[in-house]
């Protein structure tokens, strides 16, 4: 009975090394159907019964163009996944009779807020998901001390025109004038006085 014992604790204690020693995975970000590929994002290629020219992760390089086996480069920022997927089975067609492909955005790099003033964290934080001024506070940490946390601005850059937001904490808080806790998009800068 003791040695049945100690193997079940044996077996325990390795099967916990084994799962322990496992990579978290992350899950792929929801991204919308008119999501636009920009530089650094990671995607996944995958070819329809052709793991060959199936790529498991590949990065948007600075030029906005991704690598592929037989296609070489091809232009990805600025295109929906569906575009680029559409672009690369046409290029596939010379080598592939009717390829099928998948394009995957793994991890969204290219879209990023940033946050300045009085809070614990001050930076850049990426959009890899729709994000409210709430959510980037609490990602930066919270406030300083000194804060003033009813005088929040949001600068918004879009279209070449500059547009503020005002966001007073101290009211959303409170579940007072939610509508300013607004969702942020790529490139908006959120003022901590």
Known sequence: MKILVAAFFILLLNTSVVLSNQAPS????DVPEAFVIGLEDVLSV??????????????????????LPLISD?????LTP?????RIAEKLKEFVASPTVTVSVLKIASQSVSIVGQVARPGSYFLGSPMTVLELLARAGGFREEANAKKIA????????????????????????????????????????
Request: hydrophobic share 35%; glycine share 8%; no cysteine.
């Open 74 to 78: 091809i232009q990805a920022s600025g």
């Open 26 to 29: 992350s899950p792929a970000p």
């Open 154 to 193: 949001i600068v918004r850059k879009e279209n070449g025109k500059t547009s503020y937001f005002s966001f007073n904490y101290k009211e959303v808080s409170k579940g007072r004038n939610l509508q300013q806790n607004i969702v942020l998009k790529n490139g908006d800068v959120v003022i901590v006085p």
């Open 46 to 67: 995958g070819v329809w019964k052709e793991p060959d020219l199936s790529v498991k992760e590949v990065v948007v390089r600075p030029d906005g163009k991704i690598s």
């Open 82 to 86: 569906k575009q680029l997927q559409d």
